[in-house]
């Protein structure tokens, strides 16, 4: 009885986006199954199969993010298409500065996409931030440091090799 329920509210929302989206022939919609998440296209077919615990997109229009099970941040496609693997800040996908947000490959060495899903800088700098001013503070080496207070835990960055790098290529 639950799973119809859920099953009809589905069917019900992506009738109403569909609605709300026109035609829909380049987007994709969450659905659910078994408490599982992935996407369907504006026909119903599944795209991205239900395989997520998380998602942070419930439309895809050009790109979205999911959690896998071990908590990485997938960035897809309104394809279906893996893109790469978004940098996690503040429990979820890093925000976007300066059109830009940061990504990692399979090392944890983070690079540069933007938000139509172009990797931009590819992976290779052991820690980066944001870009501010068109330039984003990086360095090839250094480590993480947990600073643990009073129950509040707070992470940095520890290089003595900083350096900027721009944010467009000339």
């Not at 035609?23 to 408490?35: A, I, P, R, S």
């Not at 090839?140 to 707070?154: A, C, M, W």
Request: glycine letters at 8%; one cysteine or more.
């Amino acid at each position: 009885m639950r799973t119809s329920i859920r099953l009809l509210l589905t069917i019900f929302i992506i009738t109403i986006l569909l609605s709300c989206y026109g035609n829909g022939d380049n987007k994709l919609f969450v659905t659910e199954k078994k408490g599982l998440y992935g996407y369907v296209n504006a026909k119903g077919d599944i795209i991205i199969d239900c395989v997520y615990p998380l998602v942070y997109t419930d439309t895809i229009s050009k790109i979205g993010f999911v959690a896998d099970s071990t908590g990485h941040i997938k960035c897809f496609n309104n394809k279906g298409k893996y893109l790469f693997d978004v940098f996690k800040y503040d429990n979820g996908p890093d925000y976007p500065r300066e059109g830009l947000f940061r990504i990692v490959d399979n090392t944890g060495l983070i690079g540069f996409a933007d938000t139509l899903g172009n990797i931009i800088i590819t992976p290779k700098y052991k820690f980066a931030y944001p870009f501010t001013d068109g330039k984003a503070k990086v360095t090839d080496r250094g480590r993480l440091i947990i600073d643990s207070e009073d129950f509040e835990s707070h992470e940095y960055w520890q290089s003595d090799k900083w350096f900027l790098i721009p944010h467009k290529k000339k």
